[in-house]
């Protein structure tokens, strides 16, 4: 198992794994955390602008990236100001007591070619304000009670950005540490907890999940340079353009399922990947 997990976590973006609540007292409602099913509600909002507000939002039939087919995709909403499609992608890996999710929000230029950038951007690179994402109401397989994870540290990534060729945008989303900007391709769970965490996140745990990225950076707006994450070109400043938005964070049934599994993930994360 560790092998496969490792390698899925290598394919995506990676993960957040750890607690919002640090005890580790055993909860008897759930024991185990099923595939995400059903229905569940998305937005995503730029200040004052609604980019997506969809709360009927099918979970993709294919949510998988090791069963050799791609992963399948939904669509979600349409960009401004020339109406073409906003779509998201699913990526459920782990296992019944920790579960890792990855959500992949793109603008292709069309449905029949989900992999080339359409004329829209997904965030405004004009406007200064960050964004904000929510899944709401996710219900899971035969899971009776659920818990949304993130972890305050530097290793386990939750977010990124792409440009319209496939560059991952140089980011410190969530809450600034004030050392100015970071090198960082991927965000870790510990730009969201270091200054001010009730103003990055919020989270609703039950027999659905409910979670919310907030005030995350608006690169064309900063000015961000881009990568392509293996060092292998310098680093230029790039276009705002955001192609696609990754977003990730973990499910499990009770917490005390971390500790348990911490130490080990640790050892396995790798950097994300260019997505083709």
């Given at each position: 198992?560790?092998?496969?997990?490792?390698?899925?976590?290598?394919?995506?973006?990676?993960?957040?794994?750890?607690?919002?609540?640090?005890?580790?007292?055993?909860?008897?409602?759930?024991?185990y955390v099923g595939q995400p099913t059903g229905t569940f509600g998305i937005t995503i909002q730029q200040g004052s602008t609604i980019i997506v507000d969809n709360p009927s939002v099918t979970v993709p039939a294919d949510i998988f990236i090791d069963d050799g087919d791609p992963e399948d995709?939904?669509?979600?909403?349409?960009?401004?100001p020339n109406g073409g499609p906003i779509i998201l992608k699913i990526v459920s890996e782990g296992d019944s007591q920790f579960r890792i999710l990855h959500f992949y929000v793109d603008v292709p230029i069309s449905l029949s070619d989900i992999h080339s950038p359409g004329p829209d951007s997904l965030i405004d690179p004009t406007n200064p304000f960050g964004v904000d994402v929510t899944i709401s109401n996710l219900a899971f397989t035969n899971s009776p009670y659920v818990y949304p994870l993130l972890v305050n540290n530097n290793t386990f990534a939750v977010t990124f950005q792409r440009d319209d060729n496939g560059l991952f945008y140089n980011l410190n989303d969530g809450i600034a540490t004030g050392t100015g900007p970071s090198r960082q391709v991927q965000v870790y769970g510990t730009a969201f907890f270091d200054s001010n965490p009730e103003n990055s996140f919020s989270f609703v745990d039950g027999p659905t999940m409910t979670f919310s990225w907030l005030g995350?950076?608006?690169?064309?707006?900063?000015?961000a340079t881009v990568n392509d994450g293996d060092d292998s070109i310098p680093d230029v400043v790039g276009s705002g353009y955001?192609?696609?938005?990754?977003?990730?964070?973990?499910?499990v049934p009770e917490p005390g399922t971390l500790g348990l599994l911490a130490a080990g993930l640790a050892l396995c994360f790798g950097p994300r990947k260019r997505r083709s």
């Open positions: 198992m560790q092998g496969s997990f490792c390698r899925a976590a290598r394919r995506t973006f990676g993960f957040a794994a750890g607690l919002l609540i640090t005890t580790a007292v055993a909860d008897a409602r759930a024991g995709f939904v669509q979600i909403g349409t960009t401004v995350l950076q608006n690169p064309g707006y900063t000015g955001v192609f696609e938005l990754g977003l990730g964070l973990a499910v």
